[in-house]
């Protein structure tokens, strides 16, 4: 899902965890704070509103600890999930 700008809010954001894999785990996180985890078990909390824009070092962040790669923002890219 190439976005073709390099901020998300936080409902795109979701879209793309979801895109990769992740699941949100209901009753787990605290306040606006969400987590989200994938088959492999890699974990990610995920703060912002869904109409906020996301910080792009806060979403760099993210994606890191997601293992996708930050390619996904910039348009015409594959958006394929890093091997770690």
């Given amino acids: 899902m190439p976005i ?8 795109e954001l979701r ?6 894999g992740f ?4 009753d787990r996180g605290k306040g ?10 890699r974990q990610v909390t995920v703060s912002a509103g ?7 070092g806060t979403l760099q962040s993210i994606l890191r600890q997601a293992g996708i790669d930050k390619s996904v923002l910039v348009k ?5 999930k ?3």
Avoid: Y
């Fill in 23 to 26: 699941w949100r785990l209901k």
């Fill in 4 to 11: 073709g700008r390099l901020t998300l809010n936080g409902r």
């Fill in 15 to 20: 879209l793309l965890l979801k895109e990769h």
């Fill in 76 to 80: 015409g890219s594959k958006g394929k």
């Fill in 50 to 56: 869904m109409k906020d824009d996301i910080p792009l």
């Fill in 82 to 84: 890093s091997k770690k």
């Fill in 32 to 41: 606006s704070h969400e987590i989200w985890v994938d088959a492999s078990g």
